[in-house]
């Protein structure tokens, strides 16, 4: 997970320290991102969650925008956009099913699937 900090650019949370540092101690709880990652895996197709339909409390001025990649037909992993939920959707939408698409297709190729 990369990027946490350039939430602190968002009117949302720079004018509320208490809102970014509780966002941010979420963040870093990684059982609360694995079970989020695993979520999107369960999930078919692309996951968009958006303010209070995230799992977390604290992520509820957030949104995410997640896509699966696979090797071949089997998933094996998530990549994921998580920000303010004043996001541009139309643009951040089509980069993660683009970006996601293209990862499957270099994993399959590198494993000559």
């Given amino acids: 997970m990369q990027g946490a900090l350039n939430l602190l650019d968002q009117p949302e949370f720079n004018e509320d320290i208490e809102k970014i540092k509780t966002l941010l101690t979420t963040l870093e709880e990684k059982t609360k991102l694995i079970n ?3 979520l999107c895996l369960d999930h078919e197709g692309m996951t968009i ?3 209070e339909e995230n799992l977390q409390e604290e992520m509820g001025n957030c949104s995410l925008i997640a896509q699966n990649y696979q090797l071949g037909t089997e998933k094996v ?3 994921a ?4 939920k004043r996001m541009d959707y139309k643009k ?3 980069i993660v099913n683009h970006t ?14």
């Fill in 100 to 113: 996601a698409r293209m990862v499957s297709k270099l994993i399959s190729e590198n494993q000559g699937v």
């Fill in 49 to 51: 969650l958006i303010g």
């Fill in 92 to 94: 951040i939408i089509s």
């Fill in 81 to 84: 956009v998580f920000g303010s």
């Fill in 36 to 38: 989020l990652f695993d």
């Fill in 77 to 79: 992993g998530t990549l």
